[in-house]
Nanobody
Framework: QVHLAESGGGLVQAGGSQRLSCAAS????????MGWFRQVPGLEREFVAA????????YYADSVKGRFTISRDNAKNTVSLQMNSLKPEDTAVYYC??????????????????WGQGTQVTVSS
């Protein structure tokens, strides 16, 4: 059984930065691509960013491209999301997950059902 624990969320002013972390336990996820997602209450969860198993490839949603950076440390079984130049519209609960499949050309992907509790990010204007 895989357990994912997101952390690092909180309240930040617009224009500020925040770094999220995701720790996996139960099994190593070093052979899987990993992704970050976010969800606003009442809306569907949306894709934010993905990183290949060895960190060699990344993919970002257009809404965060140039502002967010995804990284991973396979030795620690962790994935991180550095968020800069935050905007109020980035406010959401952020989740990480392992990806069953990922098309790096266009971002199409499927996820495992390993969802954790998420971490709330609130950006004030």
């Amino acid at each position: 059984q895989v357990h994912l624990a997101e952390s690092g969320g909180g309240l930040v002013q617009a224009g500020g930065s925040q770094r999220l972390s995701c720790a996996a336990s139960g099994r190593t996820l070093s052979s899987y691509a990993m992704g970050w997602f976010r969800q606003v209450p009442g809306l569907e969860r949306e894709f934010v960013a993905a990183i290949s198993w060895n960190g060699g490839r990344t993919y970002y949603a257009d809404s965060v491209k140039g502002r967010f950076t995804i990284s991973r440390d396979n030795a620690k079984n962790t994935v991180s999301l550095q968020m800069n130049s935050l905007k109020p519209e980035d406010t959401a609960v952020y989740y990480c997950n392992a990806l069953k499949s990922m098309l790096w050309a266009n971002g199409e992907h499927t996820e495992f059902d390993y969802w954790g509790q998420g971490t709330q990010v609130t950006v004030s204007s």
